[in-house]
């Protein structure tokens, strides 16, 4: 009787890993199958009753198998759209999409905004997730102001921003409104949380014993956490930025409110140059150009951003040349 620790299908002479290329090779074939005759509902099906039979000949536990078909329901909802959305792109439509200027600055603004705002958050919020990870007085107070961009509508955070930083605000000799301060500081009120968070939970993950070690031989607390906490914290620092960068690109609410169209130095032309945050620019092609427009920006938004995720990914990986460390 097979056991939650057998496979009854015998895997000898077959890896783990061509045992997944064949599965997503049959799904590729079941969607384009599906896809070409019209009718995507039947591939909804037969990936879960896939999923099923591949964990029952794999595992033979019930548990196993609910689990697995449980889990490809919701892999279908968010799967089924974007093999839909990837298959139904025109792709001379894209080509002339990508050639748009327009989208050219789209991208740039799209990258180099949530890039500024994942720095900022890293680098006031590493040092306050450094106290969290320590404990002080108040700190729930301080850990729900911080959590708060969370669960705020992100409209009311771009009308937070205006109250705190534009006209009578903190700051009335600061531009915000339309202004490349005023997206950063949109994207960091909503992804500052991404940063503290992750790089918290790097800092509780530390032994202790490592920094008192360092402690009692001498070093300051500047050399300590510049010489043992920094170094093995760096992967969280390094997934909180990314976490932030990410939640800062798929932003519209708060920016579409404090810098609906904003103007920044743009490198390729050497000036001065007006142009939208991506998911507003998509959401205007949408509305002046319809589904097949905006789906073509969209396509173009999402390669860059899936590159990007997936070399920050590597660099930050054990197999990679950096080890782990970028």
Same mark, same amino acid.
């Given at each position: #009787?097979?056991?939650?620790?057998?496979?009854?299908?015998?895997?000898?002479?077959?890896?783990?890993?061509?045992?997944?290329?064949?599965?997503?090779?049959?799904?590729?074939?079941?969607?384009?199958?599906?896809?070409?005759?019209?009718?995507?509902?039947?591939?909804?099906?037969?990936?879960?009753?896939?999923?099923?039979?591949?964990?029952?000949?794999?595992?033979?536990?019930?548990?196993?198998?609910?689990?697995?078909?449980?889990?490809? =329901?919701? #892999? =279908?909802? !968010?799967?089924?759209?974007?093999?839909?959305?990837?298959?139904?792109?025109?792709?001379?439509?894209?080509?002339?999409?990508?050639?748009? *200027?327009?989208?050219?600055?789209? !991208?740039?603004?799209? =990258?180099?905004?949530?890039?500024?705002?994942? =720095?900022?958050?890293?680098?006031?919020?590493?040092?306050?997730?450094?106290?969290?990870?320590?404990?002080?007085?108040?700190?729930?107070?301080?850990?729900?102001?911080?959590?708060?961009? !969370?669960?705020? *509508?992100?409209?009311?955070?771009?009308?937070?921003?205006?109250?705190?930083?534009?006209?009578?605000?903190?700051?009335?000799?600061?531009?915000?409104?339309?202004?490349?301060?005023?997206?950063?500081?949109?994207?960091?009120?909503?992804? &500052?949380?991404?940063?503290?968070?992750?790089?918290?939970?790097?800092?509780?993950?530390?032994?202790?014993?490592?920094?008192?070690?360092?402690?009692?031989?001498?070093?300051?607390?500047?050399?300590?956490?510049?010489?043992?906490?920094?170094?093995? &914290?760096?992967?969280? #620092?390094?997934?909180?930025?990314?976490?932030?960068? &990410?939640?800062?690109?798929?932003?519209?609410?708060?920016?579409?409110?404090?810098?609906?169209?904003?103007?920044?130095?743009?490198?390729?032309?050497?000036?001065?140059?007006?142009?939208?945050? &991506? *998911?507003?620019?998509?959401?205007?092609?949408?509305?002046?150009?319809? !589904?097949?427009?905006?789906?073509?920006?969209?396509?173009?938004?999402?390669?860059?951003?899936?590159?990007?995720?997936?070399v920050i990914r590597y660099l930050t990986s054990d197999s990679s040349a950096t080890g782990g460390v970028v």
């Open positions: #009787m097979a056991t939650s620790t057998e496979t009854r299908l015998s895997l000898d002479g077959v890896g783990w890993g061509s045992l997944a290329v064949a599965f997503v090779a049959v799904q590729a074939l079941a969607f384009t199958g599906a896809y070409t005759t019209g009718r995507p509902t039947w591939y909804a099906f037969f990936m879960i009753a896939s999923t099923a039979v591949t964990a029952y000949l794999l595992h033979g536990d019930s548990f196993v198998v609910a689990a697995a078909t449980m889990g490809s =329901i919701l #892999m =279908i909802a !968010l799967g089924l759209p974007l093999f839909l959305f990837v298959a139904r792109q025109q792709p001379s439509l894209i080509v002339e999409r990508a050639l748009d *200027p327009d989208v050219h600055r789209m !991208l740039y603004l799209g =990258i180099y905004g949530p890039l500024l705002a994942a =720095i900022v958050s890293l680098l006031f919020g590493v040092p306050l997730a450094h106290l969290f990870a320590e404990g002080f007085t108040g700190q729930q107070l301080v850990e729900s102001l911080v959590d708060l961009p !969370l669960v705020v *509508p992100h409209s009311v955070a771009g009308i937070l921003i205006l109250f705190g930083f534009g006209s009578g605000g903190a700051f009335p000799n600061v531009s915000v409104l339309g202004s490349m301060i005023g997206i950063v500081l949109a994207m960091t009120f909503v992804s &500052a949380p991404y940063a503290v968070n992750a790089t918290r939970e790097a800092f509780e993950s530390i032994d202790d014993r490592l920094e008192y070690a360092s402690r009692i031989h001498g070093a300051s607390r500047w050399d300590t956490f510049r010489r043992v906490t920094a170094p093995l &914290a760096v992967r969280g #620092m390094v997934t909180g930025g990314v976490l932030a960068w &990410a939640r800062a690109v798929s932003e519209f609410g708060a920016v579409a409110v404090v810098a609906y169209s904003v103007s920044f130095f743009y490198p390729p032309a050497g000036e001065k140059v007006t142009a939208q945050h &991506a *998911p507003v620019f998509v959401y205007n092609t949408y509305l002046t150009g319809g !589904l097949e427009q905006s789906g073509a920006v969209a396509f173009i938004l999402l390669g860059v951003s899936a590159v990007i995720f997936l």
